[in-house]
Protein backbone atom coordinates (compact mmCIF):
# COMPACT_ATOMS: atom_id res chain seq x y z
CA UNK A 1 0.00 0.00 0.00
CA UNK A 2 1.13 3.81 -0.93
CA UNK A 3 1.20 6.42 1.78
CA UNK A 4 0.23 9.64 0.39
CA UNK A 5 1.66 12.40 2.89
CA UNK A 6 2.50 16.24 2.39
CA UNK A 7 5.73 16.24 3.55
CA UNK A 8 8.48 13.38 3.18
CA UNK A 9 11.41 13.81 5.48
CA UNK A 10 14.21 11.71 4.78
CA UNK A 11 16.86 11.00 7.51
CA UNK A 12 16.44 11.60 11.43
CA UNK A 13 19.92 13.21 12.05
CA UNK A 14 19.75 16.72 13.14
CA UNK A 15 18.47 17.99 10.22
CA UNK A 16 15.79 15.97 9.64
CA UNK A 17 14.49 16.04 13.32
CA UNK A 18 14.64 20.05 12.85
CA UNK A 19 12.82 19.95 9.73
CA UNK A 20 10.01 17.81 11.64
CA UNK A 21 9.98 20.01 14.59
CA UNK A 22 9.25 23.47 12.58
CA UNK A 23 6.96 21.53 10.74
CA UNK A 24 4.64 20.29 13.64
CA UNK A 25 5.30 24.16 15.17
CA UNK A 26 3.95 25.56 11.84
CA UNK A 27 0.87 23.59 12.73
CA UNK A 28 1.71 20.74 9.86
CA UNK A 29 1.62 17.32 11.30
CA UNK A 30 0.85 15.57 7.29
CA UNK A 31 4.67 14.03 7.32
CA UNK A 32 6.51 11.36 7.48
CA UNK A 33 10.30 11.12 8.66
CA UNK A 34 11.76 7.80 6.76
CA UNK A 35 14.67 6.33 8.14
CA UNK A 36 16.86 4.04 7.43
CA UNK A 37 18.12 2.81 10.74
CA UNK A 38 16.27 2.20 13.99
CA UNK A 39 16.70 5.22 15.39
CA UNK A 40 16.63 8.69 15.20
CA UNK A 41 20.46 10.33 15.25
CA UNK A 42 22.03 10.51 11.64
CA UNK A 43 25.83 10.52 12.15
CA UNK A 44 25.57 10.43 15.68
CA UNK A 45 23.57 7.49 16.02
CA UNK A 46 26.05 5.94 13.68
CA UNK A 47 29.59 7.12 14.60
CA UNK A 48 29.75 5.12 18.50
CA UNK A 49 34.11 4.69 17.46
CA UNK A 50 35.54 4.95 20.97
CA UNK A 51 36.82 8.39 21.28
CA UNK A 52 33.30 10.35 19.54
CA UNK A 53 33.07 13.57 20.60
CA UNK A 54 31.91 16.89 18.68
CA UNK A 55 34.79 19.12 17.88
CA UNK A 56 32.34 22.62 17.85
CA UNK A 57 31.30 23.18 21.55
CA UNK A 58 28.22 21.95 23.02
CA UNK A 59 26.48 24.93 23.54
CA UNK A 60 26.39 26.03 19.74
CA UNK A 61 26.42 22.42 18.72
CA UNK A 62 22.71 22.10 19.85
CA UNK A 63 19.49 23.61 18.47
CA UNK A 64 19.08 27.03 19.65
CA UNK A 65 15.37 26.26 20.44
CA UNK A 66 16.14 23.07 22.52
CA UNK A 67 19.26 24.22 24.40
CA UNK A 68 20.61 21.55 27.16
CA UNK A 69 21.73 22.81 30.37
CA UNK A 70 23.19 20.01 31.80
CA UNK A 71 26.24 18.86 28.85
CA UNK A 72 28.84 17.26 30.89
CA UNK A 73 32.08 18.75 28.64
CA UNK A 74 32.79 22.24 27.15
CA UNK A 75 32.77 19.36 23.54
CA UNK A 76 30.39 16.98 24.16
CA UNK A 77 31.48 12.76 23.80
CA UNK A 78 28.53 10.76 21.17
CA UNK A 79 26.72 9.63 23.40
CA UNK A 80 25.18 12.75 24.93
CA UNK A 81 24.84 14.50 21.84
CA UNK A 82 22.81 11.19 20.49
CA UNK A 83 20.83 11.44 23.89
CA UNK A 84 19.82 14.97 23.31
CA UNK A 85 18.80 14.02 19.83
CA UNK A 86 16.57 11.00 21.05
CA UNK A 87 15.13 13.70 23.57
CA UNK A 88 14.17 16.11 21.06
CA UNK A 89 12.26 13.17 19.36
CA UNK A 90 10.44 12.63 22.92
CA UNK A 91 9.90 16.26 23.25
CA UNK A 92 8.50 17.28 20.17
CA UNK A 93 6.48 13.87 19.78
CA UNK A 94 8.35 13.01 16.77
CA UNK A 95 8.00 9.32 17.06
CA UNK A 96 5.18 8.77 15.61
CA UNK A 97 6.27 10.00 12.35
CA UNK A 98 9.31 8.07 11.85
CA UNK A 99 9.43 4.92 9.63
CA UNK A 100 12.36 3.29 11.00
CA UNK A 101 14.36 0.54 8.52
CA UNK A 102 12.62 2.37 5.67
CA UNK A 103 15.99 2.50 3.01
CA UNK A 104 14.95 4.91 0.64
CA UNK A 105 16.01 3.71 -3.16
CA UNK A 106 14.32 5.63 -5.39
CA UNK A 107 12.68 9.07 -5.38
CA UNK A 108 11.34 10.28 -8.27
CA UNK A 109 9.11 13.72 -9.42
CA UNK A 110 5.81 12.37 -10.96
CA UNK A 111 5.12 15.26 -13.39
CA UNK A 112 1.63 14.82 -13.94
CA UNK A 113 0.38 13.82 -10.40
CA UNK A 114 2.78 16.47 -8.89
CA UNK A 115 4.29 14.69 -6.31
CA UNK A 116 7.42 12.84 -5.48
CA UNK A 117 7.00 8.96 -5.62
CA UNK A 118 8.85 7.31 -3.21
CA UNK A 119 10.51 3.68 -2.79
CA UNK A 120 11.52 2.44 0.34
CA UNK A 121 13.09 -0.99 1.54
CA UNK A 122 9.69 -1.30 3.32
CA UNK A 123 6.95 -0.02 0.73
CA UNK A 124 6.24 3.11 -1.20
CA UNK A 125 5.23 7.35 -0.18
CA UNK A 126 3.82 9.80 -1.76
CA UNK A 127 4.63 13.23 -1.25
CA UNK A 128 3.92 16.85 -2.57
CA UNK A 129 7.35 17.79 -0.74
CA UNK A 130 10.69 15.72 -0.69
CA UNK A 131 12.82 16.80 2.30
CA UNK A 132 16.40 15.24 1.72
CA UNK A 133 18.13 15.11 5.08
CA UNK A 134 20.13 12.33 4.74
CA UNK A 135 23.50 14.35 5.48
CA UNK A 136 26.78 14.55 3.50
CA UNK A 137 28.57 12.40 6.03
CA UNK A 138 26.59 9.68 5.60
CA UNK A 139 27.93 6.74 3.27
CA UNK A 140 31.41 5.39 4.47
CA UNK A 141 33.89 6.02 1.61
CA UNK A 142 36.09 2.75 1.52
CA UNK A 143 39.36 2.69 -0.48
CA UNK A 144 39.85 1.64 -3.47
CA UNK A 145 43.47 -0.18 -2.73
CA UNK A 146 44.03 -3.38 -4.56
CA UNK A 147 43.57 -6.82 -2.86
CA UNK A 148 41.04 -4.70 0.01
CA UNK A 149 38.44 -7.18 -0.94
CA UNK A 150 40.49 -10.30 -0.09
CA UNK A 151 41.42 -8.95 3.47
CA UNK A 152 40.93 -11.72 5.16
CA UNK A 153 41.34 -10.21 9.04
CA UNK A 154 38.38 -7.59 10.70
CA UNK A 155 37.86 -5.09 8.59
CA UNK A 156 35.36 -2.09 9.47
CA UNK A 157 35.09 1.46 8.68
CA UNK A 158 34.80 3.99 12.17
CA UNK A 159 31.20 4.78 11.15
CA UNK A 160 30.12 0.73 11.44
CA UNK A 161 32.60 0.13 14.68
CA UNK A 162 32.02 -3.58 15.21
CA UNK A 163 32.17 -3.33 19.34
CA UNK A 164 32.12 -7.12 19.34
CA UNK A 165 35.27 -7.37 18.35
CA UNK A 166 38.09 -6.93 20.76
CA UNK A 167 41.02 -5.61 20.13
CA UNK A 168 43.62 -6.32 22.94
CA UNK A 169 46.98 -7.38 21.93
CA UNK A 170 45.87 -7.62 18.10
CA UNK A 171 48.10 -6.40 15.34
CA UNK A 172 45.95 -3.64 13.91
CA UNK A 173 46.09 -1.31 10.48
CA UNK A 174 44.41 2.15 10.87
CA UNK A 175 43.81 3.63 7.27
CA UNK A 176 43.59 7.74 7.45
CA UNK A 177 44.28 10.40 9.74
CA UNK A 178 41.41 12.68 9.67
CA UNK A 179 39.02 14.15 12.19
CA UNK A 180 37.15 10.65 13.37
CA UNK A 181 41.09 8.21 13.51
CA UNK A 182 42.33 11.04 15.33
CA UNK A 183 39.58 10.70 17.93
CA UNK A 184 39.82 7.06 18.23
CA UNK A 185 43.53 5.95 18.01
CA UNK A 186 44.91 7.51 21.18
CA UNK A 187 41.66 5.47 22.66
CA UNK A 188 42.64 2.18 20.91
CA UNK A 189 46.27 2.43 21.06
CA UNK A 190 46.77 1.59 24.89
CA UNK A 191 45.00 -1.53 24.02
CA UNK A 192 46.24 -3.37 21.11
CA UNK A 193 49.65 -5.06 20.54
CA UNK A 194 50.82 -3.09 17.58
CA UNK A 195 49.58 -0.50 15.73
CA UNK A 196 50.40 0.93 12.13
CA UNK A 197 48.98 4.01 11.61
CA UNK A 198 48.66 4.79 7.60
CA UNK A 199 48.99 8.42 7.06
CA UNK A 200 48.47 10.07 3.83
CA UNK A 201 48.47 13.69 4.53
CA UNK A 202 49.21 14.70 8.00
CA UNK A 203 46.40 17.02 9.56
CA UNK A 204 46.82 20.37 11.22
CA UNK A 205 46.13 20.06 15.04
CA UNK A 206 45.37 22.56 18.08
CA UNK A 207 44.70 21.87 21.79
CA UNK A 208 40.99 21.13 22.97
CA UNK A 209 39.82 22.31 25.61
CA UNK A 210 38.73 19.01 27.98
CA UNK A 211 37.28 21.47 30.64
CA UNK A 212 33.69 19.61 32.37
CA UNK A 213 31.01 21.74 33.42
CA UNK A 214 30.47 22.14 36.86
CA UNK A 215 27.25 21.39 39.07
CA UNK A 216 27.02 25.07 39.50
CA UNK A 217 27.26 25.73 35.76
CA UNK A 218 24.45 23.28 34.92
CA UNK A 219 22.09 24.85 37.74
CA UNK A 220 23.09 28.47 36.56
CA UNK A 221 21.80 27.46 32.74
CA UNK A 222 18.51 25.61 33.88
CA UNK A 223 17.42 28.42 36.12
CA UNK A 224 19.15 31.07 33.93
CA UNK A 225 18.47 29.96 30.07
CA UNK A 226 19.68 33.63 28.83
CA UNK A 227 23.47 32.89 30.40
CA UNK A 228 23.74 29.58 28.03
CA UNK A 229 22.19 31.86 25.30
CA UNK A 230 24.68 34.39 26.16
CA UNK A 231 27.53 31.82 26.57
CA UNK A 232 26.35 30.60 22.43
CA UNK A 233 26.06 33.88 20.75
CA UNK A 234 29.71 34.62 22.35
CA UNK A 235 31.34 31.05 21.05
CA UNK A 236 29.08 31.54 17.57
CA UNK A 237 30.51 35.51 17.24
CA UNK A 238 33.89 34.32 18.44
CA UNK A 239 34.11 31.20 16.01
CA UNK A 240 32.66 33.38 13.42
CA UNK A 241 35.80 35.83 13.17
CA UNK A 242 37.72 32.86 11.59
CA UNK A 243 36.27 33.24 8.71
CA UNK A 244 38.27 36.33 7.95
CA UNK A 245 41.75 33.38 8.08
CA UNK A 246 39.60 31.53 6.05
CA UNK A 247 38.03 33.82 3.14
CA UNK A 248 39.40 36.59 3.37
CA UNK A 249 42.86 37.09 4.75
CA UNK A 250 45.01 34.05 4.78
CA UNK A 251 47.74 35.93 6.70
CA UNK A 252 45.43 35.75 9.43
CA UNK A 253 45.87 31.99 9.63
CA UNK A 254 49.40 32.09 11.15
CA UNK A 255 48.39 32.74 14.18
CA UNK A 256 46.66 29.29 14.31
CA UNK A 257 49.95 28.08 12.65
CA UNK A 258 52.08 28.96 15.12
CA UNK A 259 49.50 27.51 18.13
CA UNK A 260 49.79 24.34 16.09
CA UNK A 261 53.32 24.47 15.64
CA UNK A 262 53.61 24.42 19.55
CA UNK A 263 51.25 21.89 19.95
CA UNK A 264 53.22 19.32 17.83
CA UNK A 265 56.98 20.48 19.38
CA UNK A 266 55.68 20.05 22.99
CA UNK A 267 53.51 16.85 22.83
CA UNK A 268 56.36 14.87 20.16
CA UNK A 269 59.82 15.39 21.35
CA UNK A 270 60.87 12.54 18.40
CA UNK A 271 62.23 14.88 15.64
CA UNK A 272 61.55 12.28 12.88
CA UNK A 273 57.66 11.62 14.46
CA UNK A 274 57.48 15.29 14.05
CA UNK A 275 58.95 15.59 11.09
CA UNK A 276 56.36 13.08 9.48
CA UNK A 277 53.43 14.74 11.31
CA UNK A 278 54.10 18.24 10.06
CA UNK A 279 51.38 19.61 7.41
CA UNK A 280 52.94 21.03 4.11
CA UNK A 281 50.02 22.49 3.69
CA UNK A 282 48.49 25.85 4.83
CA UNK A 283 46.41 25.66 7.85
CA UNK A 284 42.56 24.99 7.45
CA UNK A 285 42.86 23.98 3.55
CA UNK A 286 41.53 21.05 5.75
CA UNK A 287 39.35 20.81 8.47
CA UNK A 288 41.53 21.82 11.24
CA UNK A 289 41.45 18.94 14.24
CA UNK A 290 41.58 19.28 18.38
CA UNK A 291 43.10 16.96 20.08
CA UNK A 292 45.82 16.29 23.29
CA UNK A 293 46.03 12.98 23.28
CA UNK A 294 46.52 11.81 19.65
CA UNK A 295 50.07 12.95 19.58
CA UNK A 296 51.03 11.19 22.74
CA UNK A 297 49.52 8.33 21.22
CA UNK A 298 51.90 8.30 18.31
CA UNK A 299 54.64 8.59 20.62
CA UNK A 300 53.91 5.20 22.15
CA UNK A 301 55.98 2.49 21.67
CA UNK A 302 53.48 0.27 20.01
CA UNK A 303 52.43 2.47 17.54
CA UNK A 304 54.09 3.29 14.32
CA UNK A 305 53.16 6.27 11.84
CA UNK A 306 53.57 4.91 8.39
CA UNK A 307 53.90 7.52 5.29
CA UNK A 308 54.82 4.82 2.35
CA UNK A 309 52.51 4.76 0.03
CA UNK A 310 50.06 1.29 0.78
CA UNK A 311 50.39 -0.09 -2.70
CA UNK A 312 48.20 -3.77 -1.84
CA UNK A 313 46.51 -5.32 0.85
CA UNK A 314 46.93 -9.28 1.18
CA UNK A 315 44.74 -11.74 3.07
CA UNK A 316 46.88 -10.47 5.76
CA UNK A 317 48.87 -7.70 5.85
CA UNK A 318 49.52 -4.54 4.16
CA UNK A 319 51.87 -3.69 1.52
CA UNK A 320 53.73 -0.03 1.09
CA UNK A 321 55.68 1.22 -1.86
CA UNK A 322 58.96 0.62 -0.03
CA UNK A 323 58.35 -3.07 -0.53
CA UNK A 324 57.62 -3.59 3.66
CA UNK A 325 55.09 -5.93 4.61
CA UNK A 326 53.16 -5.82 7.46
CA UNK A 327 51.30 -8.55 9.06
CA UNK A 328 48.16 -7.68 10.60
CA UNK A 329 45.04 -9.33 12.61
CA UNK A 330 42.28 -6.16 11.97
CA UNK A 331 42.27 -3.33 9.29
CA UNK A 332 40.25 -0.21 10.03
CA UNK A 333 39.13 2.47 8.11
CA UNK A 334 39.09 5.71 8.69
CA UNK A 335 38.60 7.05 5.52
CA UNK A 336 36.31 9.38 5.56
CA UNK A 337 32.64 9.54 3.83
CA UNK A 338 31.04 10.11 0.27
CA UNK A 339 30.66 13.88 0.33
CA UNK A 340 30.86 15.20 -3.28
CA UNK A 341 29.69 12.10 -4.73
CA UNK A 342 26.52 12.53 -2.43
CA UNK A 343 24.97 8.73 -3.15
CA UNK A 344 21.03 10.35 -3.25
CA UNK A 345 22.44 11.38 -7.00
CA UNK A 346 21.70 8.00 -8.20
CA UNK A 347 18.54 7.59 -6.69
CA UNK A 348 16.79 10.86 -7.17
CA UNK A 349 14.82 11.68 -10.91
CA UNK A 350 13.33 14.67 -11.45
CA UNK A 351 11.01 16.58 -14.28
CA UNK A 352 11.39 14.80 -17.81
CA UNK A 353 13.05 11.58 -15.42
CA UNK A 354 16.53 13.36 -15.48
CA UNK A 355 19.02 11.58 -12.92
CA UNK A 356 19.70 14.08 -10.10
CA UNK A 357 23.91 12.86 -10.86
CA UNK A 358 23.42 13.30 -14.43
CA UNK A 359 21.38 16.97 -13.66
CA UNK A 360 24.69 17.45 -11.66
CA UNK A 361 27.47 15.94 -14.07
CA UNK A 362 28.88 19.48 -14.66
CA UNK A 363 29.38 19.92 -11.26
CA UNK A 364 27.36 20.02 -7.66
CA UNK A 365 25.15 22.74 -7.06
CA UNK A 366 22.25 24.12 -5.63
CA UNK A 367 20.12 27.30 -5.25
CA UNK A 368 21.05 28.91 -1.80
CA UNK A 369 22.45 25.21 -1.23
CA UNK A 370 18.80 23.81 -1.53
CA UNK A 371 16.76 23.64 -4.59
CA UNK A 372 17.83 22.24 -8.05
CA UNK A 373 16.48 23.50 -10.66
CA UNK A 374 14.00 20.32 -12.35
CA UNK A 375 13.57 18.82 -9.12
CA UNK A 376 10.77 20.91 -8.17
CA UNK A 377 9.10 20.76 -4.40
CA UNK A 378 12.89 18.76 -3.49
CA UNK A 379 14.64 20.52 -0.72
CA UNK A 380 18.13 19.67 0.04
CA UNK A 381 19.09 19.91 4.04
CA UNK A 382 23.04 20.36 4.28
CA UNK A 383 23.13 20.47 0.81
CA UNK A 384 26.01 21.85 -1.96
CA UNK A 385 28.40 24.80 0.07
CA UNK A 386 26.47 24.79 2.99
CA UNK A 387 29.05 22.55 4.98
CA UNK A 388 31.60 24.73 7.21
CA UNK A 389 35.40 24.73 8.26
CA UNK A 390 34.46 26.83 11.42
CA UNK A 391 31.47 27.29 12.99
CA UNK A 392 28.61 24.96 13.94
CA UNK A 393 26.48 22.70 11.23
CA UNK A 394 23.27 23.39 13.46
CA UNK A 395 23.38 26.81 12.51
CA UNK A 396 23.36 26.60 8.69
CA UNK A 397 20.89 24.13 9.42
CA UNK A 398 18.42 26.18 11.61
CA UNK A 399 18.43 28.73 8.52
CA UNK A 400 17.72 26.11 6.15
CA UNK A 401 14.95 25.62 8.44
CA UNK A 402 13.50 29.26 7.67
CA UNK A 403 13.45 28.75 3.86
CA UNK A 404 12.37 25.06 3.74
CA UNK A 405 9.43 25.81 6.01
CA UNK A 406 8.66 29.03 4.42
CA UNK A 407 8.82 26.86 1.33
CA UNK A 408 6.24 24.39 2.68
CA UNK A 409 3.86 27.09 3.71
CA UNK A 410 3.80 28.59 0.26
CA UNK A 411 3.02 25.51 -1.27
CA UNK A 412 0.07 24.83 1.08
CA UNK A 413 -1.28 28.16 -0.55
CA UNK A 414 -4.50 27.37 -2.80
CA UNK A 415 -3.79 26.17 -6.04
CA UNK A 416 0.06 26.04 -6.28
CA UNK A 417 1.26 23.11 -6.84
CA UNK A 418 4.51 23.29 -7.48
CA UNK A 419 7.91 25.33 -7.27
CA UNK A 420 11.04 24.73 -9.26
CA UNK A 421 14.29 27.13 -8.80
CA UNK A 422 15.07 29.36 -11.65
CA UNK A 423 18.11 28.35 -13.65
CA UNK A 424 19.28 31.44 -13.74
CA UNK A 425 18.97 32.34 -10.16
CA UNK A 426 20.36 28.95 -9.40
CA UNK A 427 23.40 29.77 -11.38
CA UNK A 428 24.00 33.43 -10.39
CA UNK A 429 23.80 32.29 -6.89
CA UNK A 430 26.94 29.43 -7.78
CA UNK A 431 28.77 32.14 -9.78
CA UNK A 432 28.97 34.21 -6.76
CA UNK A 433 29.81 31.01 -4.67
CA UNK A 434 32.38 30.14 -6.43
CA UNK A 435 34.03 33.42 -7.10
CA UNK A 436 34.28 34.23 -3.27
CA UNK A 437 35.37 30.71 -3.03
CA UNK A 438 38.57 31.80 -4.77
CA UNK A 439 40.23 33.64 -2.20
CA UNK A 440 39.65 31.09 0.56
CA UNK A 441 42.18 28.82 1.86
CA UNK A 442 40.27 26.10 1.17
CA UNK A 443 41.17 26.50 -2.82
CA UNK A 444 44.39 27.91 -2.62
CA UNK A 445 45.78 26.51 0.82
CA UNK A 446 47.99 24.02 -1.15
CA UNK A 447 45.97 20.62 -0.03
CA UNK A 448 43.37 17.98 -1.46
CA UNK A 449 40.67 17.79 0.32
CA UNK A 450 37.09 16.16 0.82
CA UNK A 451 35.48 19.60 0.20
CA UNK A 452 36.62 19.81 -3.95
CA UNK A 453 34.98 17.51 -6.17
CA UNK A 454 36.87 15.74 -8.72
CA UNK A 455 37.43 18.67 -10.91
CA UNK A 456 38.94 20.59 -7.91
CA UNK A 457 35.92 22.61 -7.38
CA UNK A 458 34.92 23.50 -3.73
CA UNK A 459 31.19 22.38 -4.01
CA UNK A 460 31.18 21.39 -0.26
CA UNK A 461 31.42 24.67 1.87
CA UNK A 462 29.84 27.99 2.68
CA UNK A 463 32.57 30.60 1.91
CA UNK A 464 31.82 33.67 3.81
CA UNK A 465 30.32 34.65 6.92
CA UNK A 466 27.30 32.17 8.04
CA UNK A 467 25.21 35.50 9.26
CA UNK A 468 25.00 36.05 5.08
CA UNK A 469 23.81 32.33 4.29
CA UNK A 470 20.84 33.08 7.71
CA UNK A 471 19.97 36.66 5.83
CA UNK A 472 19.53 34.71 2.25
CA UNK A 473 17.33 32.55 3.77
CA UNK A 474 15.50 34.04 5.77
CA UNK A 475 12.21 33.89 3.60
CA UNK A 476 11.52 31.63 0.78
CA UNK A 477 11.85 33.77 -2.70
CA UNK A 478 8.94 32.35 -4.76
CA UNK A 479 9.80 34.91 -7.45
CA UNK A 480 13.13 32.86 -7.98
CA UNK A 481 10.88 30.01 -8.85
CA UNK A 482 8.80 28.84 -11.44
CA UNK A 483 5.31 28.59 -9.39
CA UNK A 484 2.35 25.86 -10.88
CA UNK A 485 -0.62 25.62 -10.10
CA UNK A 486 -2.36 22.28 -9.21
CA UNK A 487 -3.20 20.57 -12.29
CA UNK A 488 -7.17 19.02 -12.86
CA UNK A 489 -6.18 16.10 -10.70
CA UNK A 490 -8.00 14.60 -7.69
CA UNK A 491 -4.92 13.20 -6.10
CA UNK A 492 -2.80 15.73 -5.43
CA UNK A 493 -3.15 17.23 -2.05
P1 LIG B 1 38.24 12.56 6.68
O1 LIG B 1 38.44 13.78 7.46
O2 LIG B 1 37.77 12.65 5.27
O3 LIG B 1 39.60 11.76 6.75
C1 LIG B 1 39.83 10.64 5.95
C2 LIG B 1 41.25 10.22 6.14
O4 LIG B 1 41.46 9.04 5.40
C3 LIG B 1 42.25 11.24 5.65
O5 LIG B 1 43.38 11.21 6.46
C4 LIG B 1 42.57 10.73 4.24
O6 LIG B 1 43.83 11.12 3.78
C5 LIG B 1 42.54 9.24 4.49
N1 LIG B 1 42.26 8.47 3.30
C6 LIG B 1 41.13 8.47 2.57
N2 LIG B 1 41.24 7.62 1.54
C7 LIG B 1 42.48 7.07 1.62
C8 LIG B 1 43.19 6.13 0.83
N3 LIG B 1 42.64 5.59 -0.26
N4 LIG B 1 44.45 5.81 1.20
C9 LIG B 1 44.99 6.37 2.30
N5 LIG B 1 44.38 7.26 3.09
C10 LIG B 1 43.13 7.61 2.75
O7 LIG B 1 37.21 11.54 7.39
P2 LIG B 1 36.76 11.50 8.90
O8 LIG B 1 37.94 11.52 9.77
O9 LIG B 1 35.82 10.38 9.06
O10 LIG B 1 36.01 12.86 9.08
C11 LIG B 1 35.06 13.30 8.12
C12 LIG B 1 34.38 14.54 8.61
O11 LIG B 1 33.49 14.16 9.62
C13 LIG B 1 35.27 15.57 9.27
O12 LIG B 1 35.96 16.41 8.44
C14 LIG B 1 34.27 16.31 10.11
O13 LIG B 1 33.58 17.25 9.35
C15 LIG B 1 33.36 15.20 10.53
N6 LIG B 1 33.74 14.72 11.84
C16 LIG B 1 33.47 15.57 12.86
C17 LIG B 1 33.81 15.19 14.11
C18 LIG B 1 33.51 16.14 15.18
O14 LIG B 1 34.21 16.16 16.13
N7 LIG B 1 32.46 16.96 15.06
C19 LIG B 1 34.44 13.98 14.37
C20 LIG B 1 34.68 13.13 13.32
C21 LIG B 1 34.33 13.51 12.05
P3 LIG B 1 44.02 12.51 2.97
O15 LIG B 1 43.93 13.59 4.03
O16 LIG B 1 45.33 12.40 2.33
O17 LIG B 1 42.87 12.59 2.00
Known amino acids: MTERVRVAIIGSGFSGLGVAIKLREAGIDDFVILERGDDVGGTWRDNTY ?11 YSFSFAPNPRWSQAF ?18 LYRFARFNHDVRGAAWDDTARLWRIQTSRGDFEANVMVSAVGPLSDPALPDIP ?7 KLFHSARWDHDHDLTG ?13 QFVPEIAPAVGKLHLFQRTPPWIVPR ?5 TELEHTAFSSFPLLQQAIRAGIYWGRETFVV ?19 LAKQVPDRELRRKLTPTYTIGCKRILLSNNYYPALSRSNVDVVTDRITRINPHSVVTADGTEREIDTLILGTGFHVTDMPMAQWVTGRDGVLLADAWKGGVQAYKG ?7 NMFIMIGPNTGLGHNSMVYMIESQLNYVIDAVKFLGRPGVSDVDVDPAAESEFNVDVQKMMERTVWASGGCDSWYLDDNGRNTTLWPTFTASFRQQTRRFDADRYEVRSAPVLENVR
Open 50 to 60: PGAACDVPSHL
Open 76 to 93: SPQPEIFAYLRRCANRYG
Open 147 to 153: GISEFQG
Open 170 to 182: ERVAVIGTGASAI
Open 209 to 213: SARHL
Open 245 to 263: GFAKDQGVMKVAERMARRH
Open 370 to 376: TTVHGFP
